[in-house]
């Protein structure tokens, strides 16, 4: 590893701790077990658009990253900062203040650069999802589109909670590729050892899936994890990329469920900073380290933006334009109807709306035909056929309405789902965090 990388790595690691000290909350295990990883994937993977490029519809022409693990919120400002993004020291240093922009877990629209509100472990991944989909659908319908990745960065609560399992089924069925998931595997729960509740072999059960696993075994090797993300972006299939972590890294509790969600006392962040060769001080930044982080970030996003086809703005503005005129003229004769049931008037209306709104795709969790939710002459989007516009969600209630975060998160789609109220139980986490993002989700 060249001495930039472990100049910078340290550095993200000593702002994490210093954020969560300064707050005296926090979580500073994942954070300082996942700094190479986050490193690796900023500066030499992500081909972002921001903070140097600035376009409308942004994340139609970039790659994309969700901390589905929210937690690790510190380690992803620290990020931001050095990466150039409209976050300041002075932020890092208001972490979970009432109405700074660094709280506890990371908001969508509310701090730069973060692309999805994360709490509820596992929602991060579903969205992911759904902008991989949004991505592919988008490519196939504007072949000048530039090809997109999606990266999410998950740990061992991501992949307990059942939606996970939901996630990897579909992008697996539907051979999401440009889907890349990062899993920090650092075996530790809060409550103690991961074996304590869960002895499952993740690179089995994503396999079963369907999915391409590659397995890096130092979770501190920029080489390797940066070798793995390079061969999964070649993958035909979705990507989960193993990483072996050490939960608290070079702290004295590391390997810990102790230092999953507590501040590190002053004498442990002491030692640890003098073992990274850090500075003492609290939020010091090496120039050297901020100069080569930004003109990483820069680089990636330099290459990415010289080879964007101008004119596909204009098509992607023409797709999202709506004749509300026409529209509205349209719903209005259906008043003169005699009674019908609320679901076949809610099928009607819908196929009126998608006759005048290009964008609009979507389906039912396996209940279509039941609740009227087909569009009229559409056929299924599948592995085979990105274009189509009536999605097979499956019996997956929380993860279709979790995908469909992801794709409004996406733009450039108007996404809409449907099932009996009966079971909209199963998708209610995913409405509250919709409604916290204000997505206009249907």
Known sequence: MKKIDQSSIATLRALSVDMIRAANSGHPGMALGSA????????????????????????LFQDNFILSAGHASALLYATLHLA???LSLDELKRFRQLHSLTPGHPEAFHTDGVMATTGPLGQGLAMAVGMALSSVHLRALFPKLPVT??????GDGCLMEGISQEAISLAGTLKLKDLIVLYDQNDVTLDGPLSNSSLEDQRLRFKAALWNVITVRDGNDVDAISRAIRQAKRSDKPTLIIVKTIIGYGSLLEGTSTVHGSPLKDDDIEQLKLKMHCSLEPFTIPPLVKTHFQSQVKKLGKRLYVTLDQSVFKEITDFKTINHDELLKELMVLQSETLISTRAASGKILNIIAHHVPALFGGSADVASSVVTNINGEKWLSRFDYAEKRIAFGIREFLMTAMQNGMLLHQGVRPYTGSFLVFSDYAKNALQLAALMRLPAL
């Open 36 to 59: 190479p990883i986050l490193y690796t994937l900023f500066t030499k993977h992500l081909l972002s658009l921001a903070p140097f490029y600035r376009l409308q519809n942004q994340p």
């Open 84 to 86: 150039g993004f409209n």
């Open 149 to 154: 990745k999606t990266y999410v960065l998950v």
